[in-house]
């Protein structure tokens, strides 16, 4: 009932299905499991919250340094730490029970049987909008990556699909191949209810000084603003070649800080949008974003953000 008065009706929309006040979520890994920004965020003005991947076993992650700011952005290797799906329902659940707000778990593994069994262990807990699937970590089996390979791709999203009886199933793709469409196309055909991008550009720092690498595990993930054209591009892409015709909604994701910002991601395709390296900056941005929207509508005689999705003006 409060939601109801805080968010423009002309906000509400859908993701696979999940209703949600605003079009805007937090991305996964940046804004912990819930609890960590509860005092920075008001969680009824999101239209979404992603926890930080969820594995079937703890992991204490890669050594330090993680994470090295750099000139438009940061180069993260944190490597997946996390409680594992164990303790994430003992500890983290009854959190997430009370946040007025969908929360999707992002879900990461090493194996399909890793996708499947956490799925499998949080699939009866009604508290949670759905799964977001990473599949941008290394498979160790195959030596590659889900990600980057077409048929293991479908493989794992169809196995998580059919793991899960009642939600869901959002694919986060990754922007460090050759064709995100095929990758697209591959996620859909294994059972995508939709499709999030993009997860972070594969970067190096490297200290002039000492020769060595400013992060531990040498390479890192690149976010934030240096990489917000090449996400627009790649969520375009998606949207124009694969989504929009099979009717599967985007996720936009990648250096989002701005309402104008968001609304380049909406216009490009996208039916959401998630900020997540923006939030070290100013935790209180998805609100302000869409507390801005309704008067960005209204001033272009729009009623509703729907109204926005794929409307740039080379889209087919
Ligand atoms: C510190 C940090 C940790 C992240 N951890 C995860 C993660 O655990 N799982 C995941 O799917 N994406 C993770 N991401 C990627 C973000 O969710 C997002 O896809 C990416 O950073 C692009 O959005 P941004 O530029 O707004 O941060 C992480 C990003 C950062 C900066």
Known sequence: MMQQNLIDPALRTTLAGVPMVSPVLTASGTCGYGPEYAELLDYRRLGGFTTKSVTRHERPGNNPERIVETRAGLLNAIGLAN????????????????????????????????????IERLDEHACIAGFELNVSCPNVKDGLMFGTDPRLLRE???????????????????????????????????????????????????NAETWKPNIANVTGGLSGPAIKPLALFNVHRVYREVAQKANIPILGMGGIQTTSDAVEFLLAGATAVAVGTALFVDPTIPQKIAAELPAYLSKRGLSHVSELVGRFAFAK
């Not at 090493?110 to 996708?115: G, K, L, Q, R």
């Not at 998580?160 to 196309?185: E, G, W, Y």
């Not at 859909?188 to 991008?197: K, P």
């Open 83 to 118: 409680v594992g799906v164990e303790r994430f329902i003992a500890e983290k659940i009854p959190f997430i029970e009370r946040m007025p707000t969908s929360v999707w778990v992002n879900v990461a593994g090493y194996d399909i049987s890793d996708y499947t069994f956490v």
């Open 156 to 206: 794992v999203v169809a196995a998580a699909r059919a793991a899960s009886k009642r939600h869901p199933m959002i694919v986060k793709l990754s922007p460090n191949v050759t064709d995100i469409a095929d990758l697209a196309r591959a996620a859909i055909d294994g059972g995508a209810d939709a499709l999030s991008l993009i997860n972070t550009y594969v970067g190096l720092s490297i």
